[in-house]
C-alpha cells in the first residue's frame, strides 16, 4: 500500500502535493514546448520564452510587484543565498578581507536556509545581530527598531514561521528599515499563497518563496528584487550566461516555472477561500484535542499565525513514542535529527520551550486537500496515543495527586 491510502498527509508545510491544474500546465514544455527560453532566433525558443513571460507574471501579480523584479531560482535555499549574500556583498561598507564590512539583522528563529548566509557573511567580516523573538515566537518593529545601527546595512526578517506559523511584523518592519535606509529582505516561503502579498505597500525590497510550499513543483522557486524607489542591487554569486538580468546565470528550468506561475494564480484566486476552510478545520483540531487532553499547550502566538497550521505540545508523554503511536499521521515533530542524535527544535528552545516538551511536540499542517473526516480521524488517534502513554507514565500520575513535578529531588546512586 501506498503513504497515500495508509497515511493522513499533515505536513504541508514541510512540502505539498503538486496541485493536477499545475501540473497539466505543466507537461507540454516536456515534450512539445521544449526550447531553450533564451532561443532568440526560432519559434522553439519564443514559444518557451512565452510561457516564461506568463509566470513571471503571474509570480508578480500575486505579491503587488512588476513581472521585471521576479527572478527564477531554484527555490527559497537560493532566494536566500542570493539576496542575503548579493546584499550584504554590495553594500558592504568595506572591502572583502576588512573587519567591520556593515551590521545585518535577523532572528534566531529563521530557517537554516537563513541563519547558515548570514554565518558564513559573520566569517566575511560582517557584524549580525540574531534577535530572540518573543515568548510568542514574534519578531516586532519595535525590536528591529531596538537593534539598527547607523551600519546597518541589511535586515532579513522571515514573513510566517515555517514551524509555528507565527507572523512577524512585516509592514511595519518593511517601514522601518526604509526610513532607516537598510535594504529589508524576507523569506515570505511560508506566507505566499496562503495571505495577501503587497510588496509596494509593505516596503519590502527583497522576497523569497519556493513554488513547492504552495502546491507547485519542487526545485523552482523566485526572489522578487526591487527595483524602483529604491533600486536594489545585488552581487551575483553564480557566474554564468547573465541569465535573469545576471543574478542568476543557468538555462531556464521552464517547465517548472510554469508550474510556479500557475500555482501563483491559483493562489490568488483561491487562498482567502481556502484559508478560512483550513483555519476553521485547525481550530477544531487545537480545540478538541485541548479539551479532551491535559497539560497541552499551543506554541507561539494564537492569533498572529498561518490558518492552516499549528505546533503543539503534550505534558508527560516521550517524543519519540508518540511519534511511533501516530504513524498514521505524517507530521513534523520537535526534534531535528542532528548526526545521531535528536536535538530539540531551536525554534521551539526560543521560545522557552523545555527540552522535554520540544520533543513531544507536533507540526500539524493542514492543506488544499485535507478533509474534517481526516481532522476528526488524526483527533482520535492523537487523543488515543497520548492518552496509552499517559497511562503508562508514573510521573502523570503524580501530577494528578497534585505533586510539584519540579520539585521533586531525583534521588542517584
Ligand atoms: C521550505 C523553506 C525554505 C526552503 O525552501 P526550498 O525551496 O526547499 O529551498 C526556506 N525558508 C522557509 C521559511 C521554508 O519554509
Given at each position: 500500500?501506498?503513504?497515500?491510502?495508509?497515511?493522513?498527509?499533515?505536513?504541508?508545510?514541510?512540502?505539498?502535493?503538486?496541485?493536477?491544474?499545475?501540473?497539466?500546465?505543466?507537461?507540454?514544455?516536456?515534450?512539445?514546448?521544449?526550447?531553450?527560453?533564451?532561443?532568440?532566433?526560432?519559434?522553439?525558443?519564443?514559444?518557451?520564452?512565452?510561457?516564461?513571460?506568463?509566470?513571471?507574471?503571474?509570480?508578480?501579480?500575486?505579491?503587488?510587484?512588476?513581472?521585471?523584479?521576479?527572478?527564477?531560482?531554484?527555490?527559497?535555499?537560493?532566494?536566500?543565498?542570493?539576496?542575503?549574500?548579493?546584499?550584504?556583498?554590495?553594500?558592504?561598507k568595506a572591502p572583502a578581507g576588512s573587519e567591520s564590512r556593515g551590521h545585518i539583522?535577523?532572528?534566531?528563529?529563521?530557517?537554516?536556509?537563513?541563519?547558515?548566509?548570514c554565518r558564513r557573511l559573520e566569517r566575511e567580516g560582517f557584524d549580525v545581530t540574531?534577535?530572540?523573538?518573543?515568548?510568542?515566537?514574534?519578531?516586532?518593529?519595535?525590536?528591529?527598531?531596538?537593534?539598527?545601527?547607523?551600519?546597518?546595512?541589511?535586515?532579513?526578517?522571515?514573513?510566517?514561521?515555517?514551524?509555528?506559523?507565527?507572523?512577524?511584523?512585516?509592514?511595519?518592519?518593511?517601514?522601518?528599515?526604509?526610513?532607516?535606509?537598510?535594504?529589508?529582505?524576507?523569506?515570505?516561503?511560508?506566507?505566499?499563497?496562503?495571505?495577501?502579498?503587497?510588496?509596494?505597500?509593505?516596503?519590502?525590497?527583497?522576497?523569497?518563496?519556493?513554488?513547492?510550499?504552495?502546491?507547485?513543483?519542487?526545485?523552482?522557486?523566485?526572489?522578487?528584487?526591487?527595483?524602483?524607489?529604491?533600486?536594489?542591487?545585488?552581487?551575483?554569486?553564480q557566474d554564468g550566461g547573465g541569465h535573469e538580468r545576471g543574478f542568476r546565470s543557468?538555462?531556464?528550468?521552464?517547465?517548472?516555472?510554469?508550474?510556479?506561475?500557475?500555482?501563483?494564480?491559483?493562489?490568488?484566486?483561491?487562498?482567502?477561500?481556502?484559508?478560512?476552510?483550513?483555519?476553521?478545520?485547525?481550530?477544531?483540531?487545537?480545540?478538541?484535542?485541548?479539551?479532551?487532553?491535559?497539560?497541552?499547550?499551543?506554541?507561539?502566538?494564537?492569533?498572529?499565525?498561518?490558518?492552516?497550521?499549528?505546533?503543539?505540545?503534550?505534558?508527560?508523554?516521550?517524543?519519540?513514542?508518540?511519534?511511533?503511536?501516530?504513524?498514521?499521521?505524517?507530521?513534523?515533530?520537535?526534534?531535528?535529527?542532528?548526526?545521531?542524535?535528536?536535538?530539540?527544535?531551536?525554534?521551539?528552545?526560543?521560545?522557552?520551550?523545555?527540552?522535554?516538551?520540544?520533543?513531544?511536540?507536533?507540526?500539524?499542517?493542514?492543506?488544499?486537500?485535507?478533509?474534517?473526516?481526516?481532522?476528526?480521524?488524526?483527533?482520535?488517534?492523537?487523543?488515543?496515543?497520548?492518552?496509552?502513554?499517559?497511562?503508562?507514565?508514573?510521573?502523570?500520575?503524580?501530577?494528578?495527586?497534585?505533586?510539584?513535578?519540579?520539585?521533586?529531588?531525583?534521588?542517584?546512586?
Amino acid at each position: 500500500m501506498t503513504a497515500q491510502e495508509t497515511t493522513i498527509y499533515f505536513d504541508h508545510a514541510s512540502t505539498t502535493p503538486c496541485d493536477q491544474r499545475v501540473v497539466d500546465a505543466m507537461l507540454p514544455y516536456f515534450t512539445s514546448i521544449y526550447g531553450n527560453s533564451s532561443s532568440r532566433n526560432h519559434a522553439y525558443g519564443w514559444e518557451a520564452e512565452n510561457g516564461v513571460d506568463t509566470a513571471r507574471s503571474q509570480v508578480a501579480d500575486l505579491l503587488g510587484a512588476q513581472p521585471k523584479e521576479i527572478i527564477f531560482t531554484s527555490g527559497a535555499t537560493e532566494s536566500n543565498n542570493i539576496a542575503i549574500k548579493g546584499a550584504a556583498r554590495m553594500y558592504a561598507k568595506a572591502p572583502a578581507g576588512s573587519e567591520s564590512r556593515g551590521h545585518i539583522i535577523t532572528a534566531v528563529h529563521e530557517h537554516k536556509a537563513v541563519i547558515d548566509p548570514c554565518r558564513r557573511l559573520e566569517r566575511e567580516g560582517f557584524d549580525v545581530t540574531f534577535l530572540e523573538p518573543s515568548a510568542d515566537g514574534i519578531i516586532t518593529a519595535q525590536m528591529i527598531k531596538d537593534a539598527l545601527r547607523d551600519d546597518t546595512i541589511l535586515v532579513s526578517i522571515m514573513w510566517a514561521n515555517n514551524e509555528l506559523g507565527t507572523i512577524n511584523e512585516i509592514p511595519c518592519i518593511g517601514k522601518i528599515c526604509k526610513e532607516h535606509g537598510a535594504v529589508f529582505h524576507t523569506d515570505a516561503t511560508q506566507w505566499v499563497g496562503k495571505l495577501r502579498t503587497d510588496v509596494e505597500a509593505d516596503n519590502i525590497d527583497l522576497l523569497s518563496l519556493s513554488a513547492h510550499k504552495m502546491y507547485g513543483p519542487k526545485g523552482v522557486g523566485a526572489l522578487y528584487v526591487r527595483r524602483r524607489r529604491p533600486r536594489v542591487r545585488l552581487q551575483a554569486i553564480q557566474d554564468g550566461g547573465g541569465h535573469e538580468r545576471g543574478f542568476r546565470s543557468g538555462t531556464l528550468n521552464v517547465s517548472s516555472i510554469v508550474g510556479l506561475g500557475a500555482a501563483c494564480a491559483i493562489a490568488k484566486e483561491e487562498m482567502e477561500a481556502e484559508g478560512k476552510r483550513l483555519s476553521a478545520l485547525r481550530d477544531k483540531l487545537e480545540n478538541e484535542l485541548m479539551s479532551r487532553l491535559e497539560v497541552v499547550e499551543v506554541n507561539g502566538h494564537r492569533d498572529h499565525r498561518l490558518p492552516h497550521m499549528t505546533n503543539i505540545s503534550f505534558g508527560f508523554v516521550e517524543g519519540e513514542s508518540l511519534m511511533m503511536g501516530i504513524k498514521n499521521i505524517a507530521c513534523s515533530s520537535g526534534s531535528a535529527c542532528t548526526s545521531a542524535s535528536l536535538e530539540p527544535s531551536y525554534v521551539l528552545k526560543a521560545l522557552g520551550v523545555g527540552d522535554e516538551l520540544a520533543h513531544s511536540s507536533l507540526r500539524l499542517s493542514l492543506g488544499r486537500h485535507t478533509t474534517e473526516a481526516e481532522v476528526d480521524e488524526a483527533i482520535e488517534g492523537i487523543a488515543a496515543a497520548v492518552q496509552h502513554l499517559r497511562a503508562m507514565s508514573p510521573l502523570f500520575d503524580l501530577w494528578k495527586e497534585g505533586v510539584d513535578i519540579s520539585k521533586i529531588e531525583w534521588q542517584s546512586h
